[in-house]
């Protein structure tokens, strides 16, 4: 029976890869989604990683993590809405700030949170490989449930 659902949790994993993966419209011109809508990765190790998903008017921060003494893998979700004008992001939620500007450069976008210019959150945006790190996060987190 546990050979059972941790097939059942692997092939769950394998789905949400494609669906991750196949979220866009084949038929969108470039331009017609914001630059910064997307899945973007801030900490990506074999103890931790924290996904951002940014839509038009909201954010979603996944951050995964493994417990060295049990092994026992967590998630913990925050999410909020968001608006952008420009360059600046007003974000409503339990964020690290409420203010910032962004600019995107290649796979990399920089946020810098009003009144910390010191202060740069650097961003990647996921990559194939990145999804499929996810989904073996999830798919952690739901066998340390078992």
């Not at 890869?17 to 910064?36: I, M, P, R, S």
């Not at 968001?82 to 976008?109: D, L, Q, R």
């Not at 009003?114 to 999804?131: F, K, M, P, Q, Y």
Request: one cysteine or more.
């Amino acid at each position: 029976m546990k050979t059972m659902k941790l097939i059942g949790m692997m092939l769950m994993a394998m789905l949400m890869t494609f669906n991750l993966t196949a979220c866009g419209d084949d038929d969108n011109k470039k331009g017609d989604t914001a630059d910064y809508v997307g899945i973007w990765v801030d900490t990506d190790t074999d103890q931790k990683m924290s996904v951002i998903t940014l839509k038009t008017n909201s954010y979603q921060n996944d951050m995964y993590r493994k417990d060295y003494n049990t092994g026992k893998a967590t998630k913990q979700t925050v999410s909020g809405a968001m608006s952008v004008s420009g360059n600046s992001i007003i974000i409503n939620g339990e964020a690290p700030f409420s203010k910032a500007t962004y600019s995107i450069s290649g796979n990399k976008m920089t946020i810098v949170p009003e009144g910390s210019e010191g202060d740069r959150i650097v961003l990647t945006r996921a990559t194939e490989d990145h999804i499929k790190r996810i989904a073996a996060w999830e798919t952690l987190v739901l066998a340390s449930n078992f």
